[in-house]
């Protein structure tokens, strides 16, 4: 008896359909990235650096045990827990000490004449040990920027409250690669420069010290 011969499946087209398929995805998928710790260098000025009064300074020093030691608002310095370092950097960006040319008028603080002028004065100096731990390291900075995004969601959202967004989201739809609209974009990038000018991000780091 004859043996019947298997059926061949024809494998001709899979490598099109493959192809096709490969394509899709490539076209449809976002890929996320890492963008890093955003930090802008000042530029190198021939002229003399200005003046900076110590009450708008914002010393806060991380040690290598992972304590945080604060200096600001006239106090000689103060070991302060992470949880708490959030409030502490809005209150100081928000104090709203200033007068006259200095003076702030969109600012909610105490308005303590020892502690920052103004936003635009309030700069936030950061210092870690050579041994401090890096996951100490990465949750002050997001302390730190949460306490600028605070204020910059209050500010986005009095200044524009018919958008229905605030500052954080206002940015992430603007540098969504899907937002293609050239006119929203632009829209967008000027809300959000203005918001910048109001609360800029003064974050200085200083050569880590090792003891």
């Known amino acids: 008896m004859a043996k019947r011969a298997a059926p061949e499946v024809n494998a001709g087209s899979m490598a099109d359909i493959a192809f096709l398929l490969l394509i899709f995805f490539l076209v449809t998928t976002t890929i996320e990235t890492d963008s890093g710790l955003n930090r802008k260098l000042p530029p190198i000025e021939e002229t003399e650096p200005p003046i900076i009064k110590e009450k708008n300074i914002f010393q806060l020093s991380v040690n290598k045990n992972d304590q945080l030691f604060v200096k600001a608002n006239g106090n000689d310095g103060e070991v302060i827990e992470l949880k708490n370092l959030r409030a502490a950097a809005v209150a100081f960006l928000d104090n709203g000490g200033g007068a006259g040319d200095e003076?702030?008028?969109?600012?909610?603080?105490?308005?303590?004449?020892?502690?920052?002028?103004?936003?635009?004065?309030?700069?936030?100096?950061?210092?870690?040990?050579?041994?401090?731990?890096?996951?100490?390291?990465?949750?002050?900075?997001?302390?730190?920027?949460?306490?600028?995004?605070?204020?910059?969601?209050?500010?986005?959202?009095?200044?524009?409250?018919?958008?229905?967004?605030?500052?954080?989201?206002?940015?992430?739809?603007?540098?969504?690669?899907?937002?293609?609209?050239?006119?929203?974009?632009?829209?967008?990038?000027?809300?959000?420069?203005?918001?910048?000018?109001?609360?800029?991000?003064?974050?200085?780091?200083?050569?880590?010290?090792?003891?």
């Open 103 to 211: 003076a702030c008028s969109f600012c909610r603080g105490k308005k303590d004449s020892r502690s920052s002028d103004n936003p635009d004065k309030a700069i936030i100096s950061l210092q870690n040990d050579r041994e401090t731990k890096y996951k100490t390291y990465i949750s002050v900075q997001n302390e730190l920027i949460a306490a600028y995004n605070e204020l910059r969601n209050r500010e986005y959202q009095r200044l524009y409250p018919n958008d229905g967004m605030n500052f954080v989201e206002a940015n992430k739809k603007y540098i969504d690669p899907r937002t293609t609209d050239k006119k929203v974009k632009d829209r967008l990038k000027e809300k959000l420069e203005a918001v910048k000018l109001l609360i800029p991000q003064k974050l200085s780091e200083a050569e880590p010290k090792s003891n």
